[in-house]
């Protein structure tokens, strides 16, 4: 993980040059954010940038080696590394020249920092700079967190700002937010703040002061709707409206909702576990808590009906005008056969 390197670069132990590699823009901006606090005489003025998809990286060797004025060390960020991944020809505007770049990485300046971004999901293991910069670079891996990972990172997150959370609250907490790293910091600066710097973040802090997302709020629908409560039902679904949500997005989402419940039953029944249904499915291992633990969840036959429905409403929404929530609101006043 990301944090093992933040440790060293807050103690620091700042390597020469650094890869960071992925689509999770909060850790490549932590990264940033923490070389230039742990290099003195370093902040945004005189952080150095270069876009490669620009400008070759004969230019960013160049710079690097050039000593600093007035600075021990330079901050030097390559971004859009493009050609750590797999090219396509007709949009190579660049021709970098990666063989000096291999020997540059050899023997790196000593009086420069250097961070190669590279924000794409895969690289080309294939290619020698590839295999060369993952090798003599620190690789800070900017992937999104799931499981128990995020709940750790959560958890750090937390204790970096004076207070503590649970796992069970860190998983209420994913559930309220959804995964994005950069909104859980946010949210979870600003309960740290209300807790003045000390204390637990509860799942009564995270219900009072976070916002829920449209998925949360749909969690919640179906789960009334399922559970035969059909005035919470149409609560939940007139606040969604009144929040300017649609009923062609908010059936589309039920849909995924209910589909996930089917796929937690079937592996539930191969004998699989939380943990085990979770990495199969790709989703954080609290939501299938949830409906494991739900005891009023309609068997998998009656969620394949409910299922037939929303595809019969989907396609009256997507081919009727007028008053389209009146049809999504009469499927939540029917009552659903056990």
Known sequence: ??????????????????????????????????????????????????????????????????????????????????????QDKNREKVAHHVEQL???????????????????????????????????????????LQGKDLTTWIQ??????????????????????GDDLLTLSTEIAKMATFLNGEGDITTAIIESLVPRTPEMDVFRLTDAYLAGRVADTVSIYHDLLRNGEEPIMLTSLIASQIRLMIH?????????????????????????????ENRSLPSGERLLIVLDKLAEIDYKLKSTGGKRERILELFFMEPLRK
């Open 1 to 86: 993980m990301s944090t093992a390197v933040w440790k060293k670069i807050t103690a620091g132990e700042i390597d020469p040059v650094y890869l960071v590699t992925g689509l999770e823009q909060h850790i490549i901006d932590t990264t940033i954010k923490r070389l230039k606090k742990a290099l003195p005489d370093i902040d945004d003025a005189s952080v150095i940038r270069f876009d490669l998809e620009e400008t070759p990286v004969d230019l960013v060797i160049e710079e690097a080696d050039t000593l600093p004025f007035l600075e021990d060390r330079k901050l030097i960020i390559a971004g859009n590394a493009s050609f750590l991944k797999a």
């Open 102 to 144: 291999e020997a540059w990485l050899a023997n790196p300046s000593p009086t420069a920092v250097v961070v190669f971004i590279a924000p794409y999901e895969k690289l080309d293991a294939r290619k020698r700079i590839t295999k060369t910069m993952r090798e003599k670079a620190t690789v800070i891996e900017a992937n999104r």
């Open 156 to 177: 750090q997150e937390a204790g970096a700002n004076g207070a503590r959370i649970a796992t069970e609250a860190a998983d209420f907490l994913v559930e309220m937010t």
């Open 264 to 292: 937690v039953g079937a592996l539930r029944k191969k004998g699989y576990q939380q943990h085990q249904i979770a990495k199969t499915l790709g989703v954080h291992p609290y939501r299938v808590k949830l409906m494991m």
